[in-house]
Structures are given as C-alpha cells and as structure tokens.
C-alpha cells in the first residue's frame, strides 16, 4: 500500500506530468513569467467554470480577501462580520485593514455561518459580510443574501475551500460558489481542490466597475502604465502557476468526483456509530470535500488523532484555536465574543485524509482504524 498522506500532490502530479512539464516548458521558452499568456487563458476559463463575469488573478487567497476589501473602500473602524470557525486569513486582512472583525457562530451541521448568529451581530457600523464555504460545503448562500440585502451590507464569499462547489436556490437556480455574492474570493494554494504549484488566488465578480478597482487594486492602483489612481498593491499570479492551473483546472470536475467517492466510502464505514458525526451534506449544496472532518461525541478526539499517527494515518484538527480565541484579536475584544457551537466543535472535529488518490486499499484500513480506536 502506498504510505497515506493528507494530501497526496505528488500521485495527483504523476499521472499529468507531461501536460504539466510540457505547460511549465512553454513559459520557460517564451520567459513571459509574469502576465503571461496562460494567465489571461486561466482567466478566461476559470470564468467560464464559475460563471462569473470576471475573474482576477492575485497572488493568493489571502490577498484576494484583502483586495477585495480594498476595492470595497471600507473604511478604518467599519465592522466586517465573518464567522470565527475558519482560517486565520479570513479575519486577518480585516484587521490588517483597520476594519473592525465582528465573529458570528457557525451551525453545528453545515459548519458554516449560521444566519441567525449573524444577523444579531449586525450593528449600524456594519459594512460586509464574509461568509466562508468551509471544508468544502457551501455557507446557506440564499439566506446570507437576503440578509444582507436588507441591511445593506457587502458579501465577500471566502470561498478558497469549495471551488467548484454548486449552490441551489429555492427558485432552483444553481449557481458556483464564489458567484453569488458581490464579490468571491479563492485559493490556489497546493493542497487546495484546485491547487497550483506554488501559492495563487483569484478574485470573482459580475459588476464591471468592481471589477476595474479590483484589477487596479492588484496592480498598484494603476488605471494605465504609471499612472495610481487608487492606493493598491502588488499581487500577480505567476505565469508558470497559471500554466499548471491550466492544466488542472480542465481535471476539476473529475478531481471533485475523486474526493466524492471517498467521502462516499467513509460516509458508508461510519454512518452507523453512534459516536461519530459524519459531514452533514445540506439539500442545497454540493459538497466538494474539501476536507473530510468527523465530529466525535464521547470519544477522546486527540488520543485518536495520536492512535491514528502511530499507525502512519495522518489527521487533522483544523482549526485547533477559533479566530475568536487568537491572541491576534486580543485587542478587538474578541475573546468575550459568545460562540458556543464554534467552542463545541474545536473541541471535537477531526479531519481525515481526503484527496484525489486515495484508493480503496487505503480508504479501508482509514476508516478501520478509527473504528478499532472507537469502538474499543
Ligand atoms: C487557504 C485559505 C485562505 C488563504 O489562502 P492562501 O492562498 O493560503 O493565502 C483563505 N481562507 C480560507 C478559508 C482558506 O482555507
């Protein structure tokens, strides 16, 4: 059996790797390394994957949150709520921003803002909201919508986890995540469901005049050649990560299939223990798996976790420490924040191996150790 691995990057790569090596030697000859042509293609077609009008490439997700709210023009002091039960980058650029970060608690099944938690947090300072599509599923986007319609506010979706992902309405419209709110945000970081090799980002709109700021934004304020309109930034994606994106981003679909089947797998190993918590897949959504997480009821989650490691299985808590805990936002108030479901679940999520090469093999002796740990 092959050694199993969070993440399997090397596998996925052997079997494209003259696509890959052939799209890397292409910019190598032409020494286009930045704005090169692969970069506009990759624009192009991610545009046509999404359905959204415009796709920007930046440097990587966390700048694509930030650019985003740059192009926005918050304002130093407005509050931009986000939930707490996510990545550090989601809530650090609002911080980085001068913005005010205000956490909301997530539903303890979709992992995802809860709009209820939310809308309590809406105050008059309130501008944005980011929801974030994590682990894979998408964030109740039909609910967030109307929210924030009512009270006037922005959504950025974070969605660096679930490209890919589908999104129903109750119209029965479906839409990708990352296109449905003004603007949407996404990773191309190597372990993530479209990963380069190397760290990108993209940014997502269909407004037109967001989408001149956000490319102005990414490239210093420039409206043309030396010439700042706006206080911007430097953020590209790299020619040689648009070409193996290229490449992968054709793959997309069948890579979502890949982690499907596996979540599908261990769905059927686990289903039936009481102690064990399979994802939630909500009606709405299409999950893309972008982890795999269990939440434990009864079971000692880190003595798991150790178990599995001793056997050469690897798992992981993400996230160990909510946003709302960071010593980072010690300043802001944020640890008298009340966020009891993203507390509850800290302590009891666990992560297993997902990704595009897990075969059954693998799968099998997985799901049979955490069963064995469990059930003994
Ligand atoms: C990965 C990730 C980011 C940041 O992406 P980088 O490319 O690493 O900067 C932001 N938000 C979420 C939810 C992520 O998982």
Redesign the pocket.
Known sequence: MRPIQMVDLKQQYTKIRAEVDAAIGEVLDNAAFINGKAVTDFAERLSAYTGSKHVIPC???????QIAMMALDLQPGDEVITPSF?????TEVVALLRLKPVFADVDPRTFCLDPASLEKAISSRTKAIVP???YGQSAPMEEIMQIAGKHGLHVIE?N??AIGCEYRFGSGIVKKTGSIGIIG?????PS?NLGGYG???AIFTDDDTLATRLKMTANHGQSRRYYHDLVGCNSRLDTIQAAVLNVKLKRLDDYIAARRLAADHYDNAFKANPKIRIPYRAPYSRHVF?QYTLVLDGVNRDGLHDYLAAKNIPSMIYYPVPAHRQKMFAAFGAGSCKLDTTDWLTERVISLPMHTELDEEQLQTISAAVLDYINN
């Open positions: 440097a990587n997700g966390t700048d694509a949150l996510t990545y550090i980058a989601t974030v599509h994590l974070d660096a986890q945000t996404t990773s191309f970081f993530k760290d990108g980002g972008h």
